[in-house]
């Protein structure tokens, strides 16, 4: 075969019983995933893993469990089905990690699948908008297929690679997958705000995709000097560096320089990144180390949870004993922020669901996984208000917590968490 071949061609050189990577979230390879489906009837026992991904992903079709079992360090919406179906599996892993158990043969690649820039007139490609584990897996699998699209961003770091490291090319022409800004709702730009109120000149930031995030980011105009080393962003940040809010200076790690490990945004994301020497895209193993994070003089780390409960304990990949996404790089800058000299560790979230029940709870729902420990936690923020963790008794975190739930649950969960000690 030439090097550059159709995507039913170049999908060829799966056999029954490998493991096949792909590249991950706005960077996923869904032409050679698609082609390969097609293959189905006569392939068995295929793994196909990866983090979350964009998009469609027709192998994770339980019709098809004979052919193709997905193994998800970081689960997707549009596989989160496989679990109860059977068909699908979830790895826990660090996203710090990940690409050691390429480099470790603990899980071998035989074919990676990625999504690239067309060559250069050096002959050099980019990953784009995604590295995360994907340079591991390059460098580990046995053969490396690629779709080359005039749409990938060109994005310096470590995902910059020559044709020779790929065995086979797909030419295609598709949209990156893409995501809109949505508006706030009340409650989250109240989140924002108080999220704002910690953050201080000379700051770096590490936040991820969604409203939460945008709303902090909106608030910090006024801002002066702060730094970026995060391991996804979007379009918040796009503004703020044009105006020279974020400049990265007072940066411990790659100063002057974002630093990031994937991208998930709008058209005007790509386009801003695309050929831009202010963003650094690097290996997850390098952007998640929490001893590079730590160098970030004040490193605020934002993120997420679907419950806490009177203690601290920060259950975020799970509702309960059913995965819902993974543990990610949350504990990666949680510690790497906290042991930041001037650092903060914030997990921000609504105090209800969108069916009213409360998120901070007197006990994890049983089954549910801790992905932050009660050592760990320090500031937790609701529409409500912050509650700082560190360094307080039990009790006190308790009464802390309570305060920021919503008004209609605190007497509920607190009477709960104080009968069941009684009990003990």
Do not use: W
């Amino acid at each position: 075969m030439s090097k550059y071949v159709t995507a039913a061609e170049a999908v060829q050189v799966v056999k029954s019983g490998d493991r096949v990577y792909l590249q991950a979230a706005a960077a996923a390879p869904t032409v050679l995933a698609n082609a390969l489906t097609e293959r189905a009837e006569e392939l068995r026992n295929v793994e196909i893993c990866h983090l979350h991904i964009e998009g469609e992903a027709r192998y994770a079709n339980p019709e098809l469990a004979d052919s193709f079992h997905v193994n998800s360090f970081f689960i997707g919406s549009n596989v989160r089905h496989t679990l109860k179906a059977g068909n699908g599996s979830y790895t826990p892993v660090f996203l710090s990690e990940l690409p050691h158990l390429f480099r470790k043969n603990v899980l071998p690649i035989d074919v990676a699948f990625i999504h690239v820039s067309p060559p250069d007139r050096h002959g050099y490609c980019s990953l784009g908008v995604s590295i995360e584990a994907t340079v591991a897996a390059i460098e580990n699998a046995k053969i490396v297929v690629a779709q080359v699209n005039p749409n990938m961003p060109r994005t310096f770091g470590d995902g910059i690679l020559h044709v020779s490291e790929i065995d086979y090319l797909v030419e295609v022409d598709t949209e990156i997958y893409a995501h809109e800004v949505e508006p706030c709702t009340p409650e989250e730009n109240k989140i924002g705000e108080y999220i704002a109120s910690l953050i201080e000149d000379r700051s770096t930031l590490q936040m991820g995709i969604g409203s939460i995030p945008n709303a902090a980011l909106r608030q910090l105009t006024n801002h002066k000097d702060l730094g970026l080393h995060t391991e996804m962003f979007s379009d918040g940040v796009i503004d703020l560096i044009e105006k020279d809010v974020i400049n990265c200076n007072y940066k411990g790690t790659l100063r002057g320089r974002v630093l990031a490990t994937f991208l998930i945004g709008s058209k005007r994301l790509y386009e801003f990144v695309n050929d831009n020497p202010f963003i650094e895209m690097k290996e997850s193993s390098m952007v998640n180390d929490t001893a590079r994070i730590r160098k970030n003089p004040n490193m605020v780390a934002i993120n997420s949870a679907i419950e806490v409960d009177l203690t601290g304990q920060v259950c975020a990949d799970s509702i309960g004993p059913r995965m819902y996404s993974g543990v990610g790089g949350q504990m990666d800058f949680i510690r790497g922020a906290s042991l930041s000299p001037g650092g903060k560790a914030i997990i921000a979230l609504p105090s209800i669901t969108k069916k009213g029940e409360s998120r901070i709870v007197p006990f994890l729902k049983q089954g549910a996984g801790v992905v932050t420990t009660r050592a760990h936690i320090h500031y937790v923020i609701t529409e409500y208000g912050i509650a700082d963790l560190y360094g307080k008794t039990l009790k006190q975190r308790a009464d802390e917590l309570v305060k920021i739930a919503h008004p209609s649950h605190r007497e509920r969960i607190d009477k709960e968490y104080y009968e069941l000690l009684h009990q003990m």
